[in-house]
Nanobody, 120 residues
């Protein structure tokens, strides 16, 4: 069974940076893509960014375009989310997710989440 372990959350000031990491382990890892989602208090979980593992093609939600960068290291089944120019609205629990094979949208595996808090 694939497990996703997130790390790197924490607190930052407005305009600051944080980097999240997600490592996949266990089972046979054959996901097509890995991504990040977030859930702010009182809101639904929303898509942040995703990366196709073979090609490195990336997709971003509009609110984070130009500020966040998703990347991957296939050798160690790890995906990173570099978050720059952080805003208070970026405060949320961030979840790593991985898709099933040959799917860009069906996320079968989820991490437990890591808290990101941005203050002014």
């Amino acid at each position: 069974q694939v497990q996703l372990i997130e790390s790197g959350g924490g607190a930052a000031q407005v305009g600051g940076s944080l980097r999240l990491s997600c490592a996949a382990s266990g089972g046979t890892f054959s996901s097509y893509a890995m991504g990040w989602f977030r859930q702010a208090p009182g809101k639904e979980r929303e898509f942040v960014a995703t990366i196709i593992l073979n090609s490195g093609t990336t997709f971003y939600a509009n609110p984070v375009k130009g500020r966040f960068t998703i990347s991957r290291d296939n050798a160690v089944n790890t995906v990173l989310l570099q978050m720059d120019s952080l805003q208070v609205d970026d405060t949320a629990i961030y979840y790593c997710a991985a898709t099933r094979p040959r799917s860009l949208s069906q996320y079968d595996y989820w991490g437990q989440g890591t808290q990101v808090t941005v203050s002014s």
